[in-house]
Structures are given as structure tokens and as C-alpha cells.
């Protein structure tokens, strides 16, 4: 097997996370995106564990999972809340932030 | 080039996983059904676990079916009960602009795809001859990353209590 | 050194002390578990946990006695050689540890250390933890977290025991903070009273500024400690006695020494209340009695006090207390006696009268732990623990039973010695024991702390001590008055207050769930409403018992009477002589310390060239510093006790005219006279030290953040962001004007066009649409990124 096959493929991943995070409205459709990215992450960082022959990217990879469970956890909280006050989770809505 | 070396299976698997995975997850970012993106989300996730065993990674692989597949899709499919009782297709799951996503990630796939074909070429890994044992595995986050361990055990407290705060009804 | 070993005993009770702090601390969890269902509502196990501790504590402490006789036996025939000018050889700590963690090369242990100190601190808080429970029995008695009160406050008496055992800085830090948290839950046990809630706060956020600097100094010294004990001890560098050897061992880094030092201290003078941290103390006052007086005798506060003394080598060696006549803690320490006395002058509520004492006195322990009087620093733990416990309980009976839960002296109390003989008589013995009458518990102990730190060289702070003793006994004089004598008023009259008017039913307790929040000890009520009367028995026996002792308690060091009284000294102060290391590292159980003396130490007389000043030599170790003992003498003790004897006649004089005769010169001379009225706001205020605190430093560090982080939001982001199109627009008004107007127009008017277009482009951006944020972090992402791999092809 070759090094690169594993990176492309974390890299297209990554890219189609991307994408979701961009182009959805629903909040928990981005959250699902940005899982996406986080596994991307972590196929490059168990490719490149097999490759250097260290154990430390497995170690790194769990924390990254146990991150994005905290993550969504915290995220869906934070969505639950926002469909709590104004019945609507469409990200499009939520621009207090305009300048 | 032998064909001891080229281990025909794991290619073979391989590349069946991932494109697998990569359907999936341009399923999980078009389909106009929150519920069928989140299964389309398991499948993803679970070839990823699958890949995770090819590169000799079983404890992380377990972790990942545990903790993305069972625990993390529960909440997302509770997340999505709890914030839309709608469970069928919908017309705008798409913002506004999503075409402004569409060059954006095509970019990055091209920065990325040129900078490591050019850095890693045909480079092969070296053979997947033994797992990981679990626990070389635990000495190594007792032992060394005992420190981000903490840290992360704090933040998961952190993420506990914060949850329950944000969603409390009072 | 075969002879030796055998006669070092070891019984079962000193190799088993580390079972005393486990004991109540199942004891909480069966109360936490199944405390409701049982008869008395969990307080029977409460009560039980700390007498088994007790038990084992002075079995304990009976076994290190006769260790510490054989030894003497030993030397009196001659199979051991004592060190000339002692005629005790060198008794070691009975240490046993056992790693229970074990992680990158560190390792943590759990165990004992039982030495004379720890044995003093065990005996004292197990007995104090006893009466008070059984004061509690009584006192809270109906209270809707009747249970959580006992486990709260039983597993408070199992972190100060696991405190005290600590073999090492781990275990000695998890004690102290079991002891804070249980303080925090026990000051806000009616924490639906909002004072309450924050008392509680308050006292955990101050001690907790000062626990930065526990976990500071810890660190600091572990890492200048740890690679010479593993040389020398095999111990990491956590290890009490390791580290105690590592400061005496003169190869210490005097820098490391000096701020790990510093920075214990500022741990203590949270814990400990010492100024300028002292004023979460008075505060905690918010609590049920019982845990007043459990906190302020015994535990908690003399936790910091007690690290002091535990890791003294240390705190010698870096605050130079034997060359110097000032430093850091003995300075605190003063300071912190004064101004808690004169504080406690202005206090119309008996607990915090009694609060601002137990500061004062704290402050005594921490000067003469500062000055080099270790041994009566420690002994004034021991007596100050129970009459000060005796006070706080006596306080307690006398709003329990005679001013219908109020602690106001001067509205709710006066005249109930006649109601109340037991508990006045109670209260006046402790109050004579406090200011140090002889021969009382207080004396024996404050006199001698007055008398060392003079005798060390340390004469500016006598002088403060003597005022202390003198202010000691006028504001004790003056609360007794109030309390007990005079005239009655308010509760102690008879007076009902109109909302408990109603609870006349004795069966009412249910009903008072659903009061307001201090009224949970309305309960009460029953027995209160007829008006003051002496205490159930359940409340006057812990006081008995406390009151004699405070009586005694003094002879157990009278140095007085000659040197076969000093028992503390013989048993409790360790010896300052050059030990064996092999001797020093004996682990496991039945492997005591063999008293190998190495080297002699100099005459009594000569004491300045003892163990601190000469570096041990190879393969020995020191473990304490030598300390000289002042020589008592009568006319020292007169003129303390004299000045003791001035202050209880003045105060009470002024008493009897100011509060009973009303005389005109004096009522009312603090509004009439501008320095008096101006003293008297300054301690009314508390030296506006909680305005500092809360006005000042809170203000002045949360305000300017978040103004700056408004003003920066407003005025530099948003600025930008209108600037862009603001110098936009101009620019396209400045273009369109001067180029397009005077310029031939069809050529340009393009470049009108195209600057306007740029201040209207840099606004759509601010959308406030996260996708089209993010869209943007990305693509610039992805085009720097591809910037940076065409530059480096």
C-alpha cells in the first residue's frame, strides 16, 4: 500500500467536510460536516503513525475522537438552545453578527 | 515490483472502502433528508473505522465504531428529533450561497492532491506485519501524554457540565 | 543498633494509624448512602466514626509514648548513646507509604507519618470532631439536611486526619482540599439564605487564592528536592521527611528553599486567616455553631499553621529564622494578632467576637512558629483547641437556648449567667483560659510563645504579643459582659420575635421545610419560645468536658514547674541531631527508625551551633533545626500576667460604666470625638479591606478587560470595517469629483465605478452569515496554502 493513497483519501474527505460546513443551512448538518474533517484528520494521523512506526498517532487519534464526542455534545446543546429561543436551527437566520 | 509486495487484498479492500466512504460522504452534504445524511454519516464513519484496521490501528478502530457509530450518531439523530419533529425530505437543506463552497473546496482538493503527490510519490508503507498492541498503546498515553490525558478529561467534564447547563430548561 | 530495634517498639496502633482518617471517611459514605433510612438519620454512624478514630488516636498516641520512654531507657543504660546535653536519643517517625500511583517516572504515595506532631493534631481533632457531633445531635436537631450535616462534617474530620498522617505533599494537598470543600458545604449549610451562599464563596475563593500557592510551592520545592532525596533517601522529593532532610542538608538551593517557602506561606495565611486573607473568616461565622467551632478550634484554620510546623525545617532554612529578627511569617503573624484583636472591639455578634479571636490566636502560632518557637506554637494548638471550641459552643448553647437564635450581644443577650450557670460558667472558664490567666490552658502556652520569640531575638514582637495578651483579655471581658451580665434585653428578656410567635407546636418540625432559609433552625422554636433557659444536656456535657480540660490541659506542658512537667517536649518536639541515613529510610511495617546518633550535638548553653548551622556530613541527615527554649521566669510570667490582669479590670470597668451606668463621658465619645469616630469606622469597616478586595481588585481587573474588549470591539473593528468603506466611498466621491468631473469623463468614469464598487463589496461581507465566514477562513486558507507550495517549488 502506498502512503499517499491514505492521504488523498483523508484529503478528499476533508474537502467534502469542507463543502458541508460551507454550503449547509441546517446547524446539525454542519456539525455532521465537521465530523467529517475530524476523521479525515484522523486517517492522516494513523497513516502517518504506520509510516514513522511510532505509536504516539494512535494515541493522537483517540484524543481526537474523544474531543469531537465533547464537541458534539456541546454542539448539539448549543443548537437545542438556539431552536429553544427562536424555533428554527437555519444558520442563514442567525446573523446578529451582520456589521 | 513483486506481488508479495503489493498486497493485492488490502488494495483491493481499500479501495472499495473509499469509495465507499467518498459516496457516503458526498451523500452526507447533498441529500435533502437530515435522517438519511446521518445514515449515510454511519456508513462513512465506519469505513473509516475499516481503513483504521488496514493500517494495523484495532484499539482506535473499536474506539471509532464505540464512540462515533454508537454514541455520537444517537446524539445526532436525538439532536435532530428534539430540534425538528420533521423527519422526511426537505426543499433547503442548501443556504444561499453554496455555490461559493463548491470552488472553495475544489481548491483545497487541488492544493492538497498537488502538495502530496509531490511529496510522497510512490512512497509504500512499510507492511502492516503486527497490531498495535493496546497496551504500548496505554503506556504511551499514561506515560508520556499523560499530561494532554488531564487536560482532555477536563475538558470532557467541562463539556458535561456545559451541555447541561445550555440545554437545562429553566 | 540490634538492641535499639527492640526497644523501639512499634505497637499496632502506631503502625496502623493510617486506618484513623479512613474510618470516618467510609463513615460519610454509609451516611450519604443509607443515612436517611437509619433510626437517627445517619448522625449515629457520624458519631461512631469519630469516636473509633478516637479510640485508635490516643491508643496511638499512648504506643509513641512508650516509644519514646523505652528509648530513654535505652540511653539511661547505656545501650544507646544519646547525643551530649539530651537525654532523649533520637526517636524517628513511624512512616509507612505505599505507591498508589505510579505514572512517568513519578511516584505517588499514600501512608503515614506519625510523629509527636501528628500525633497531637489526631488526638486533638478526633476529640473535638466527637463533641462536636454530639453537640450537633442536639443543636441541629430537625434540620432539613440533617443528614448532609453529618456527612459533611464527618468527612471534614477525615481530610484534616488524611492531612494530618501525610507522609507526603500529595496526600497532605488532598487533605486540604477535602477540608475546603466540606468547609464551603458546611459555612453554606442554609444556603437559601443569599449571606449564607456567599459566605461560603467568599471563603472558598479566598482560601483558594492562597492554594495557588500550596500547589506553588509544592512544585518548586519537589523539583529542587527530588534528585538529591532519591540520592540520598531513596524518597521522591514529596516526602515530608525528605524534604525536611533536603533543607537541613545545607546542599539546598537557597532561591528554591526562599520561594517555596514563600509560597507554602501564602497557602497557610489563606487557610490559616492570617491578614490579609483573614476575611473570609468572620464571614464563615454564617454557618451552623458547630461547624464554627469544629473550623476554628481544631481543624481547617490550624491546617495552615500545622503545615508550618510539619514542613518547619523548610520554612527555617528559607525565612533564615534563627539569624534574623524580622521575616516574612513572623510579621504576618504579629500584624494579623493585632489587628484581629481590635477588631473583634467593634463585633456586635458573639461568633464573629470570637472569629476575629480565633485569627488573633492563630496569629500567635504563626509568630512563634515564625520566631523559632515551634514547640509552644504547637502546644498552643493543642490548649487553643479546646476552650476556643468550648467558646464557639458555648455561643452556640446561648442562641440555641437563651436568645432565640440570635448572636447579637448587644440586642438579643445580657444577664443570662443566672438562666444559664452551665454554659456561663463554661464560657468563663475558656475566656480565662483565652486570655492566658494562670494556671489555665492559656497560659502555659501563649506565655511561653511570648517568652521564646522574645528570647530568640525576636523583641519587637514580644511587645506586640504583650499588647495582644492585654487586647485578648479586654474584648473577651467585653463580650462576656454583654453576654452574660448587665441587664437583659431583647430574646434574653423574653421578647419573641413576631414570626416564630406561632411555633408554639412542639411537633411543628415538619412544617418548617417550607420556610424561609434561616429559619431551618426555627425548628427549635419549641423550646426557645419560653423563654432563656439553661441548654439540654446533650449541649452542656461536650461543654463540661471542654471546660475542664481547658482547665488542665496546660499542665501537659507546665514549664513552670520544672522540666519534669514539660511533657510536650519530650514527646512531641522531634530531636535536631544528625541521624544515620540508613536508619532514616526503614520502610514497610515493624521496621522502625533505629535512634543511631551520630554525631553529638553541642551543649543547651551553646545551641547556635546545632543541627541547622553546620551541613550534616555524608550519610547523615538532619531533620529538624535546633531550636533553643527560653529558661521560664517568674517575673516574665508576672508582667504577662499582669498586663492580662490590666486588661480583664479595664475592660470591665468600662463595661460596668458604659453599658450599665450609661456615663455621659463615655457613651456616645466615639460620635462626639473625630479620632475615635474615625478609629471606629476604620474597624467597623474591617479596614476596608472587603472594599479592596471586592471594589477595588475585582473591579479593577475584571472592569478594564471587558471595557477594553467592548472598546476595541467598537471603535477598532467596527472601525475598520466602516473605515474600509468609509475611505471607499470617498474615495469614489473624491474620484467621481476631481478625476471624473474635471478629467476628460468617458475614459474614467471606469475607475469611479470601480473604487465605489469596493466600498460596496466590503459590505455585503458583513453579512453575519457563519457559512459565508467560513467560506471566506477557507478560501484564504486554501489560497495561502497554495501561495506557499508555489513559492517553495
Redesign the interface.
Known amino acids: 500500500m502506498l502512503t499517499v493513497q491514505f492521504l488523498l483519501l483523508g484529503a478528499v474527505l476533508f474537502c467534502i467536510g ?1 463543502y458541508g ?5 441546517n446547524a446539525v448538518m454542519v456539525l455532521m460536516s465537521i465530523e467529517l474533517i475530524l476523521n479525515s484528520v484522523n486517517l492522516n494521523l494513523l497513516a502517518f503513525s504506520q509510516r514513522l512506526d511510532s505509536i504516539d498517532g494512535n494515541t493522537f487519534a483517540l484524543y481526537v475522537i474523544a474531543i469531537a464526542a465533547a464537541e458534539v455534545g456541546v454542539g448539539l446543546a448549543m443548537v437545542l438552545l438556539i431552536y429553544r429561543n427562536r424555533r428554527s436551527i437555519s ?2 437566520e ?6 | 515490483m513483486l506481488a508479495a509486495d503489493l498486497l493485492v487484498a488490502q488494495n483491493i479492500g481499500f479501495g472499495v472502502i473509499a469509495l465507499l466512504m467518498i459516496v457516503g460522504a458526498l451523500r452526507v452534504v447533498t441529500v435533502n433528508n437530515v435522517v438519511h445524511a446521518a445514515l449515510w454519516l454511519v456508513v462513512v464513519l465506519s469505513g473509516a473505522a475499516a481503513q483504521y484496521l488496514l493500517l494495523s490501528a484495532e484499539f482506535v478502530a473499536i474506539t471509532q465504531v464505540l464512540v462515533y457509530v454508537g454514541a455520537v450518531m444517537v446524539l445526532f439523530l436525538f439532536g435532530t428529533m428534539l430540534t425538528r419533529a420533521k423527519i422526511g425530505a426537505e426543499a433547503d437543506l442548501n ?1 444561499k ?1 453554496w455555490a ?2 463548491v ?3 475544489l ?2 482538493l487541488g ?2 492532491t ?2 502530496l503527490i ?1 511529496g510522497f510519490g510512490d512512497e509504500k508503507l512499510p507492511n502492516p506485519d503486527q497490531q498495535v498492541p493496546v497496551q504500548a498503546l496505554s503506556d504511551d498515553i ?3 501524554y ?1 499530561l494532554p490525558f488531564w487536560a482532555l478529561s477536563f475538558v470532557l467534564l467541562v463539556a458535561v457540565i456545559g451541555a447541561i447547563v445550555l440545554a437545562r430548561k429553566d | 543498633m540490634l538492641a535499639s530495634e527492640s526497644a523501639l517498639s512499634v505497637g499496632w496502633f502506631l503502625d496502623h494509624a493510617w486506618v484513623i482518617p479512613i474510618i470516618p471517611a467510609v463513615g460519610f459514605a454509609l451516611i450519604i448512602l443509607f443515612g436517611r433510612r437509619l433510626p437517627m438519620k445517619g448522625s449515629e454512624i457520624g458519631v461512631l466514626s469519630m469516636v473509633s478514630s478516637l479510640v485508635l488516636a490516643l491508643g496511638a498516641a499512648y504506643q509513641w509514648i512508650q516509644r519514646v520512654d523505652g528509648a530513654s531507657g535505652e540511653v539511661a543504660h547505656g545501650l544507646v548513646k544519646a547525643a551530649e546535653g539530651h537525654s532523649a536519643p533520637y526517636v524517628g517517625p513511624v512512616i509507612h507509604e505505599w505507591t498508589w500511583w505510579q ?2 517516572g513519578f511516584e505517588f504515595g499514600i501512608g503515614q507519618h506519625i510523629d509527636g506532631l501528628a500525633l497531637t493534631l489526631l488526638v486533638v481533632v478526633a476529640f473535638i470532631s466527637t463533641l462536636v457531633q454530639i453537640y450537633s445531635l442536639e443543636y441541629l436537631r430537625g434540620d432539613r439536611r440533617y443528614t448532609h450535616f453529618f456527612a459533611a462534617l464527618t468527612l471534614f474530620s477525615a481530610g484534616m486526619l488524611c492531612m494530618v498522617l501525610a507522609p507526603n505533599m500529595v496526600q497532605l494537598i488532598l487533605g486540604w482540599e477535602i477540608m475546603g470543600l466540606c468547609s464551603f458545604m458546611l459555612i453554606g449549610h442554609w444556603w437559601e439564605d443569599q449571606a449564607n451562599a456567599r459566605a461560603a464563596l467568599k471563603a472558598f475563593f479566598t482560601v483558594r487564592v492562597g492554594d495557588m500557592g500550596l500547589l506553588v510551592g509544592t512544585g518548586a520545592l519537589f523539583f529542587g528536592a527530588n534528585q538529591w532525596t532519591q540520592e540520598h533517601l531513596g524518597v521522591s522529593g514529596f516526602n515530608i521527611s525528605g524534604l525536611s532532610a533536603w533543607a537541613m542538608s545545607g546542599e539546598a538551593s537557597k532561591s528554591v528553599l526562599t520561594w517555596g517557602a514563600v509560597a507554602l506561606f501564602i497557602a497557610c495565611i489563606g487557610k490559616s486567616g492570617q491578614f490579609p486573607l483573614h476575611t473570609w473568616l468572620p464571614d464563615a461565622m454564617a454557618g451552623p455553631t458547630p461547624v464554627s467551632s469544629l473550623l476554628h478550634s481544631s481543624t481547617m484554620v490550624v491546617a495552615g499553621v500545622f503545615l508550618v510546623a510539619r514542613l518547619y525545617p523548610v520554612f527555617w532554612e528559607g525565612m533564615k529564622i534563627g539569624d534574623t529578627n524580622i521575616n516574612f511569617i513572623v510579621l504576618i503573624g504579629g500584624v494579623t494578632i493585632v489587628i484581629a484583636a481590635l477588631l473583634a472591639f467593634v463585633q456586635h455578634d458573639i461568633k464573629k467576637v470570637l472569629a476575629y479571636s480565633t485569627v488573633s490566636q492563630l496569629g500567635y502560632m504563626m509568630m512563634g512558629l515564625g520566631a523559632g518557637a515551634w514547640l509552644p506554637a504547637v502546644f498552643h494548638i493543642f490548649t487553643h483547641a479546646f476552650f476556643k471550641a468550648c467558646l464557639f459552643l458555648a455561643a452556640g448553647s446561648v442562641s440555641h437556648s437563651g436568645s432565640h437564635h440570635s448572636f447579637d450581644m448587644k440586642k438579643d443577650m445580657g444577664g443570662l449567667a443566672k438562666k444559664m450557670p452551665i454554659t456561663a460558667t463554661t464560657w468563663i472558664i475558656s475566656t480565662l483560659a483565652l486570655a492566658g490567666v494562670f494556671p489555665l490552658a492559656g497560659f502555659f502556652s501563649k506565655d511561653e510563645i511570648i517568652d521564646n520569640v522574645g528570647h530568640n531575638g525576636y523583641q519587637a514582637f514580644m511587645i506586640v504579643g504583650l499588647s495582644g495578651a492585654f487586647l485578648t483579655a479586654a474584648y473577651m471581658t467585653r463580650a462576656t459582659y454583654l453576654t452574660f451580665f448587665g441587664e437583659a434585653r431583647g430574646a434574653a428578656a423574653g421578647e419573641h420575635h413576631d414570626e416564630h410567635a406561632a411555633h408554639d407546636d412542639h411537633d411543628a418540625h415538619a412544617d418548617h421545610d417550607a420556610h424561609a432559609a434561616h429559619d431551618a433552625h426555627a425548628a427549635h422554636d419549641a423550646h426557645a419560645s419560653h423563654g432563656p433557659h439553661e441548654s439540654p444536656k446533650l449541649i452542656t456535657v461536650p461543654l463540661m468536658i471542654l471546660a475542664s480540660l481547658a482547665l488542665v490541659a496546660g499542665l501537659a506542658n507546665a514549664t513552670p514547674f520544672g522540666s519534669n512537667w514539660e511533657r510536650f517536649k519530650k514527646y512531641v518536639e522531634p530531636s535536631s541531631e544528625y541521624v544515620a541515613v540508613e536508619a532514616a529510610v526503614a520502610h514497610g511495617p515493624g521496621e522502625a527508625l533505629s535512634p543511631v546518633v551520630v554525631t553529638a550535638e553541642e551543649a543547651e548553653g551553646e545551641a547556635k551551633s546545632g543541627c541547622s548551622y553546620e551541613a550534616p556530613g555524608a550519610g547523615e541527615a538532619c531533620y529538624f533545626p535546633a531550636v533553643s527554649h527560653a529558661e521560664f521566669k517568674w517575673s516574665k510570667a508576672a508582667l504577662s500576667l499582669l498586663i492580662v490582669a490590666a486588661g480583664l479590670v479595664s475592660s470591665w470597668l468600662f463595661c460596668v460604666q458604659y453599658y450599665t451606668r450609661r456615663n455621659r463621658r463615655l457613651v456616645g465619645l466615639t460620635s462626639r470625638n473625630v479620632v475615635l469616630r474615625g478609629g471606629y469606622t476604620f474597624l467597623w469597616n474591617k479596614y476596608y479591606l472587603d472594599a479592596l478586595y471586592e471594589k477595588v481588585i475585582v473591579r479593577a481587573v475584571a472592569h478594564p478587560i471587558a471595557a477594553a474588549a467592548y472598546w476595541f470591539n467598537q471603535n477598532v473593528l ?1 472601525g475598520i ?2 473605515g474600509a468603506a468609509k475611505i471607499s466611498r470617498r474615495t469614489a466621491g473624491w474620484v467621481y469629483r476631481n478625476i471624473d468631473q474635471r478629467v476628460v469623463d468617458g475614459a474614467v468614469n471606469g475607475s469611479g465605478a470601480a473604487a465605489r464598487g469596493t466600498g460596496g463589496a466590503l ?1 455585503p461581507v ?7 465566514y ?2 471566506l477562513l ?2 484564504a ?3 495561502g ?2 501561495v506557499l ?1 508555489i513559492i517553495n ?1
Open positions: 469542507v460546513v460551507l454550503a449547509r443551512k444558520l442563514d442567525l446573523s446578529d453578527m451582520k456589521g | 443556504n450561497n461559493i463552497g470552488p472553495v473546496a481548491l483545497m492544493v492538497m498537488w502538495v509531490d499514561f506515560g508520556p499523560l | 505514572s512517568g467596527d470595517v466602516n459590505r458583513q453579512s453575519g452569515k457563519v457559512n459565508q467560513g467560506a477557507f478560501a486558507a486554501a489560497i496554502a497554495l507550495v517549488t
